[in-house]
């Protein structure tokens, strides 16, 4: 079975990840690229051999595209993903899946109406650490998950977006919403949500705009560093940290202290995933390195965002799950309280 796919948004996100994974899949035949900048979506178009749209329109209405990714900011998510949803298309969009979990609701909504799949891009559950760590915790043969720690944290998105530029959306509240929370810190919350099979029900937090300038040289909007404590419906305790002011090297790391040891994942210096056991036996897995902002390997999403489609699989990260982490992103910030 061989489609073609739509995407919207043509920065940084559809450059390394989302067009190169459509164009390793053997069930894709074209990608239509569509940006509001055309110049975006042409120089895509040119690198991986598409075609570009003029409009959303024009793409929705395309009977040869069965599903879309939408790689826009933020901001419109909510707008492009529902009409995709109703015009009959499977849709891939980015995280966070919207500002505001009432516009979350919405795309559920559509998703609902339209019988079409819907999967969140929390691309954190495909790596094989990640996913390593889940098979060891789901079978116990750590005991029980007591507490965790949690980072990520990077030198900030102005140099990983398209505009290369302190004027990014990603600095805007009325475009990203959320800031470093919305960005980073939502693919952790999703994570520790997947690896416990659990799901964060109380935060604290603190989170301020330490460091980011705007294209003024004001502090941004956004907050650029969170610091948390977390409690999950299970009991479990633990604590995140979220950063765009890591001027050093990505940090990734997350830790899981289980009553007969210690699973360690990402952490600098060590191997991809090392279980530290009580009695000091170490186990190191020989599992592959995360991608990061350099180091652009395939994440796998894509393939799974198409064999949903092609076997009529639910999607490995679902709208609900998506939701579940906005609200926890969203009680970090003050803006809301988590309700279940
Ligand atoms: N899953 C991940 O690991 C990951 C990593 C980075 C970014 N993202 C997400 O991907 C999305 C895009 O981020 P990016 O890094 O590619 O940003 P970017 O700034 O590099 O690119 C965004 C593109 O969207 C286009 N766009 C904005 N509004 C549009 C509209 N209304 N219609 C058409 N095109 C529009 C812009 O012109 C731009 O080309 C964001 O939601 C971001 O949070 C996810």
Known sequence: ?????????????????????????????????????PERAQSLANEFNGRTAKSVEELLQDPSIIAISDCSSNEVHHIHTT????????V????????????????????RKSGKKLMVDHNQR???????????IAKKELGEVLTFKTSFGHEGPEKWGITKSNATWFFKKNRSRYG??????IHKIDLIHFLLDDE??????????????????????????????????????????FSW???????????????KGVIKIYH??????????????????????????????????????????INDKTPPVTGQEALASLKVIESMLGENVIRN
């Not at 495909?126 to 760590?133: L, M, R, S, V």
């Open 1 to 37: 079975m061989e489609f073609n796919v739509g995407i919207i948004g043509c920065g940084s996100i559809t450059k390394y990840r989302h067009a190169p994974e459509y164009k390793a899949n053997s069930h894709v035949d074209e990608i239509i690229f569509y940006d509001r900048n």
């Open 200 to 241: 964060i029900e109380d935060v604290q937090a603190f989170h301020g705009a330490l460091d980011k300038v705007d294209e003024h040289g004001d502090s941004i909007e956004v907050c650029d560093n969170v610091v948390s404590i977390l409690k999950t419906k299970k009991g479990r305790l633990g604590t995140a940290s």
């Open 180 to 185: 470093v929370a919305g960005d980073l810190g």
């Open 268 to 309: 600098d210096g060590l191997d991809p995933l090392v279980v530290e056991m009580n009695d000091r036996t170490i186990i190191k897995y020989d599992v592959e390195q995360i991608q990061t902002n350099d180091n652009q390997t395939n994440s796998g999403v894509i393939d799974a965002f198409i064999d949903c489609i």
């Open 245 to 259: 002011t890591y001027y050093g090297k990505e940090d990734n790391a997350t830790t899981i202290y289980c009553q």
């Open 92 to 111: 891939l969009v980015e995280k966070p899946i919207a500002v505001s979990s009432e516009y979350a609701e919405e795309i559920l909504e559509a998703e």
């Open 83 to 90: 009409k995709a949803l109703l015009n009959g298309k499977h």
């Open 126 to 136: 495909f790596t094989k650490a990640h996913q390593k760590a889940k098979e060891i």
